[in-house]
């Protein structure tokens, strides 16, 4: 069964410095790759996604992502993270039957 | 466009009782889809479907029965609520969701749900 797995369940870093979110998937047919975020009491919005091409992909708010198919990762970065991203952080897989499978989530606190 | 929204914000029920989770969307998407987020556990697809009249089971669809007769809505029901159902339920929505290219979800704003 398609699954995606976040190693990471809660990141607590100070402001300006980098963050690595880890995110594998199982499936290994045709898969599309994105990466959603949640701030306190609101729904979920997307950051970022891939679909094909350039593996490296960038998001809004200075994020990015790159697509390691060798190694089913698709792990989400930033150079600098500010207090206000402090959110959760999900990675969803969607297959070709169209189902789209969320990971179990990473809590990020920031420090200002 | 009021995007997806979602009927009631909150719910409290008693083990047994049955309801309707009202979702309906104004941007004539195809996709439309149930999530269940739980601490921990991240968002579980319960049900979605790719157009009216077709729907699917997701991750968790036990409990839970989905019809989709326009493209607007999709409304969930809880058969016999059970305390294991105490979630906070996410409608989304998406214009299309195939290999080809998944478009981006729009989320409702979620129904928190409490049975007792």
């Known amino acids: 069964a398609q699954s995606v797995s976040q190693h990471n369940h809660h990141v607590i870093l100070s402001e300006a410095a980098s963050l690595e979110l880890g995110c594998n998937y199982s499936y290994g047919g045709t898969v599309n790759l994105f990466w959603y975020v949640q701030y306190p009491g609101q729904h979920l919005q997307l950051l970022l996604k891939?679909?094909?091409?350039?593996?490296l992909v960038k998001g809004i708010k200075g994020f990015e992502a790159e697509f390691i198919k060798s190694k089913f990762s698709f792990n989400l970065r930033k150079p600098s993270v500010q207090w206000s991203d402090t959110a959760e952080y999900f990675c969803a897989a969607l297959n070709q039957g169209g189902k789209l499978i969320f990971g179990q989530g990473t809590e990020l606190s920031v420090k200002p | 466009n009021a995007g997806v929204t979602q009927t009631p914000k909150f719910q409290v029920l008693k083990t047994g009782q049955s309801m309707t989770l009202q979702c309906a969307q104004d941007?004539?998407?195809?996709?439309m889809s149930w999530y269940r987020q739980d601490p921990g556990m991240g968002l579980r697809l319960i049900h979605y479907s790719v157009g009216a009249g077709i729907t699917d089971q997701g991750e968790v669809p036990n409990g839970y029965n989905v019809s989709r007769s326009t493209t607007e809505d999709f409304p969930l029901r809880l058969l016999s609520a059970a305390p294991s159902q105490t979630s906070v339920y996410f409608c989304?929505?998406?214009?299309?969701?195939?290999?080809?290219?998944?478009?981006?979800?729009?989320f409702g704003p979620g129904t928190r749900l409490t049975v007792t």
């Open positions: 891939y679909f094909s091409g350039d593996p």
């Open positions: 989304a929505s998406s214009y299309t969701m195939t290999a080809v290219g998944g478009y981006e979800q729009y």
């Open positions: 941007m004539n998407h195809e996709y």
